[in-house]
């Protein structure tokens, strides 16, 4: 039934680094663009990341030089390594596949604090 799983997060202090994996099951994802989201509590959910079919990353500003996506078609998992990570970047981070059919993963929190 879940599709998309997350996993790789929880707490780390500032300058540390952590990689988070979005396993898939029952469906390809070599054929779809993916994403990385993060929602804060009280904040609505922001794109980090994307990854397009054929392997072209975008990042949002705010972690531009510090986390990088990437996606692995033969394990069927897209990943994001994250570095010299900040307290900001403290959420639950989302696994996310926009088509053909819209499918969320069910979050990883990551904490970072010293």
């Known amino acids: 039934q879940v599709q998309l799983v997350e996993s790789g997060g929880g707490l780390v202090q500032p300058g540390g680094s952590l990689r988070l994996s979005c396993a898939a099951s029952?469906?390809?994802?070599?054929?779809?663009?993916m994403g990385w989201y993060r929602q804060a509590p009280g904040k609505q959910r922001e794109l980090v990341a994307s990854?397009?079919?054929?392997?072209?990353?975008t990042y949002a500003d705010f972690v531009k030089g510090r986390f990088t996506i990437s996606r692995d078609n033969a394990k069927n998992t897209v990943y994001l390594q994250m570095n010299s990570l900040k307290p900001e970047d403290t959420a639950v981070y989302y696994c996310?596949?926009?088509?053909?059919?819209?499918?969320w993963g069910q979050g990883t929190q990551v904490t970072v604090s010293s």
């Open positions: 996310y596949r926009a088509a053909p059919v819209p499918i």
């Open positions: 029952r469906i390809i994802l070599s054929v779809s663009q």
């Open positions: 990854i397009s079919i054929s392997g072209i990353p």
